[in-house]
């Protein structure tokens, strides 16, 4: 069984920072795709980043320049390091994985709380 466990939300005034951990665990084979989604209230979920196995990265135009994601293949983490918050980025943040286990999946975090506000 895989697992996704996220860290690292919290409250956070305008003009801070954060850094979102989340490590995956258990009967893995490989990790491909490892990215960030977030779902702000009364929103749809949305893509934030996502960084391949071999480090390319993708990012939503309204994160670009403020926030970076990386991976530790071999602690099976990726990270997303949030600088310059605005109350817009207010989301729980939702870790993605593709992972090869028994077979190739997409598995999700329980998500973590961000909020950015004064």
């Known amino acids: 069984q895989v697992r996704l466990v996220e860290s690292g939300g919290g409250l956070v005034q305008p003009g801070g920072s954060l850094r979102l951990s989340c490590a995956a665990s258990?009967?893995?084979?490989?990790?491909?795709?490892m990215g960030w989604y977030r779902q702000g209230p009364g929103k749809e979920r949305e893509l934030v980043a996502t960084?391949?196995?071999?480090?390319?990265?993708n990012y939503a135009d309204s994160v670009k320049g403020r926030f970076t994601i990386s991976r530790d293949n071999a602690k099976n983490t990726v990270y997303l390091q949030m600088n310059s918050l605005k109350p817009e980025d207010t989301a729980v943040y939702y870790c993605d994985a593709i992972i090869t286990s028994s077979l190739t999946r997409h598995y999700w975090g329980q998500g973590t709380q961000v909020t950015v506000s004064s």
């Open positions: 258990g009967s893995i084979g490989s990790i491909h795709t």
């Open positions: 960084i391949i196995s071999g480090g390319s990265t």
